[in-house]
């Protein structure tokens, strides 16, 4: 008789052997949670936030005060070092780092209250897969915004001096008012509502960014495969520089501006009249209300409104009205 016992079904045991590592990790890796709070006392004029995995809200309130929720009980620190507020939540790592166990465990959660009309110094963030929310306006001379894979919503900031470095995270503002914005997106995408600006320079990789309006002096973008697209810009001076990506602007270029495109596109809705301004073309791709010049074209007179342009294998297309 034909023994047709085949032993333990191979995908059951591949499942049990899962289980049993998903809940030894979750044991073992997510320790203790608890709650606290803290109060500084006296003046807070600058708040360093270095955030793993925690959610973190900043809202307004009468005093400054920190409230933390399910963090983990060895791995978080609230302190105050003179005028500087340190916020500290480390990420939640499992003894098994290859496998993430994020549904066994609650996020931590961290409130941050600040009085309303608040000016600091110095906000510096550096957050990795958690998520920051404000709903105050932020004001500041320096920021310092590092955002891996979490995603970012601000209200309102006001700075001299602002820089924000975006990995595969998402990070939107509504309000951004400084002299000076350096920036850089990775995969992750960056939202602009209303700029003013006296400069702004952005690298962008495979991320997007958009922009409802900016008002800026000078302008200087470097893009990858990611595409930038602006409405209602007023901007004296830009520099722009595409690789794959594709770039949307409409409203004003003054001053000089060059922008070239590798295999991307550029389109320009530009308003004024043709005549207020002069050319400087280099490819064979490049439409200007509808009308295609030479490969290598120059205006014969030079107006205050310079637009130098420069195609690849992509298409610039640029309308005056």
Known sequence: MENTYRGPNKALIIIVVIIGILILGSETGSGK????????????????????????KIVEGDSFFVKGEDLPEDDYSFTQEGDTLKITVDSNESHFPFIHIGFFESSAKVTITIPSN??????????????????????MTKGDFEIGSGDVE??????????CNVGSGNIEVTELNALDI?????????????????TMSMDIGSGDMTCKSIEADDCMVEMGSGDM?????????????????????????????SLECGSGDIELDLAGN???????????????????????????????????????SGEIEVSIR
Do not use: W
């Open 33 to 56: 949670k608890v709650d606290d709070s803290f109060q500084p006392s006296g003046d807070i004029h600058n708040i360093v936030v270095d955030n793993g995995d925690a959610d973190i």
């Open 182 to 198: 350096k920036g850089s997106v990775g995969s992750g995408d960056l939202a602009l509502g209303y700029v003013e600006c006296k």
């Open 229 to 257: 697209e602006c409405d209602n810009i007023a901007i004296v001076n830009m520099d722009a520089e595409l690789g794959s990506g594709n770039l949307e602007l409409k409203g004003q270029l003054t001053g000089s501006s």
């Open 154 to 163: 601000i209200y309102s900031i006001k700075a001299d001096t602002l820089y």
């Open 274 to 312: 043709i005549d207020e301004y002069s050319f400087v073309l280099d490819g064979d791709d490049i439409r200007i209300n509808g009308e295609t010049y030479s490969e290598h074209y120059k205006s014969d007179v030079m107006t205050d409104k310079k637009l130098t342009l420069k195609a690849g």
């Open 118 to 139: 608040t000016e600091f110094d110095t906000i510096k963030v550096v957050n990795g897969s958690g998520n920051l929310t404000t709903n105050s306006s932020l004001v």
